[in-house]
């Protein structure tokens, strides 16, 4: 597997930060029928947590029985626990911040699994027969967010189950994300637009159009309130949360971003496109400090290492690959597997 690192501005040390994403179930462990084929609708193969400590995997034996999701230890690689999800499909995946918890949707709702103790508990929450396109969890772990195929975004307590608020979209959402403060939702739809969700009070704060097609990932910084959506047409855009008009426009992309993440002091921004190619942004001027490209399978998720000297990515396969950036070589690769 060849790789290439060019450096184009000088880095700073970066720290750990993952921004959720989630994740369907395919024929094969991982999500894609082929390795590194890209569907729209589908989500990364590997889901982390908050910390980065625990990783969640998505498996089907293909032949019509129960979908499994598989808990790592994101590091080493090993077998934590498995949560079957009593469905031949999975359709989103979303790991609580220190990976205690995990929330699978299916057509049967959405499946929430403290991952505590030996048998840990069980509730669920949503309707049956709706498809349920994307979850995400609060920074603070109160909250969970669904959107379904009726264009509905929910909110639900984690630890509760208890209903919160409820949204209705002009299109499907699929790409849901929590401010730093857990206060608001960030929604992006097939419409194009970022709707801005009060968790609590129920609102719609205000509505931001910039995308001319689906919005498929957004990242809220951690340390102000601006964020990142990223959609088709290679379009990644900057936001502050008061502002109706973006930020800026970051330009350059050679495909469609499919996965965002940002350092914790908020200057470095990484995306994963559809052509395998990840880049290093400096967030302040919407520039690009470095690039990585040359892994065979689709970018599927991204975050910083907590020393600020690597970063891993997750790939359509089920593979990671951690990078250092001061020697500008893969440190390791590999698998995630039963």
């Known amino acids: 597997m060849g790789r290439s690192f060019s450096i184009l501005t000088p880095l700073v040390a970066v720290a750990v930060f993952f921004s959720a994403f989630v994740v369907p179930c395919a024929a ?3 999500i894609f029928t082929r390795p590194g084929e890209v569907n729209p609708n589908s989500f990364p193969t590997i889901t982390y947590s908050a910390d980065g400590g625990t990783a969640a995997v998505v498996y089907t034996p293909g032949d019509g029985r129960e979908c499994t999701v598989a808990v790592f230890d994101a590091k080493s ?7 079957t999800v009593e469905a031949t499909q999975v359709s989103a995946v979303a790991l609580s911040p220190r990976g205690d918890q995990i929330a699978a949707a299916s ?50 307590g984690a630890n ?81 949360e008061w502002r109706r008009s973006p930020v800026q426009n ?8 499919q996965a965002l993440a940002y350092s914790p002091d908020g200057r470095y921004l990484l995306s994963g496109d559809s052509t395998n190619r990840i880049v290093l942004w400096y967030a302040p001027l919407g520039t690009q400090a470095a690039m990585f490209e040359g892994d065979d399978a689709a970018v599927a998720s991204l ?31 590999g698998r995630f597997g039963l």
Do not use: C
């Not at 994307?134 to 969970?144: E, G, I």
């Open 77 to 83: 690689r090993t077998l934590k626990k498995t949560v």
């Open 107 to 156: 057509n049967s709702g959405v499946k929430i699994v403290n991952l505590q103790g030996e048998l840990g508990s069980t509730r669920r929450v949503g309707s049956a027969g709706l498809a349920t396109v994307a979850l995400a969890y609060a920074p603070n772990a109160r909250y969970v967010a669904a959107s379904t195929s009726d264009n509905r975004v929910t909110i639900y």
């Open 160 to 240: 509760t189950g208890r209903l919160v608020s409820t949204f209705v979209n002009t299109r499907p959402v699929r790409a849901l994300t929590f401010t730093k403060d857990s206060m608001t939702l960030l929604a992006g739809g097939d419409d194009g637009n970022i709707r801005l969700y009060e968790v609590e009070g129920g609102r719609t704060l205000r509505v931001l159009a910039g995308h001319s097609g689906p919005v498929r990932v957004i990242v809220a910084s951690p340390v102000d309130r601006t964020f990142v959506s990223a959609g088709a047409n290679r379009e990644m855009i900057a936001w502050h």
């Open 250 to 257: 970051l330009t350059g992309l050679r495909g469609d971003a």
């Open 303 to 333: 975050r910083f290492s907590d020393d600020g000297r690597k970063f891993v990515s997750s790939h359509a396969d089920a593979s990671q690959t951690t990078w250092d950036l001061l020697t500008r070589r893969p440190l390791q690769s």
């Open 28 to 30: 094969q462990p991982g």
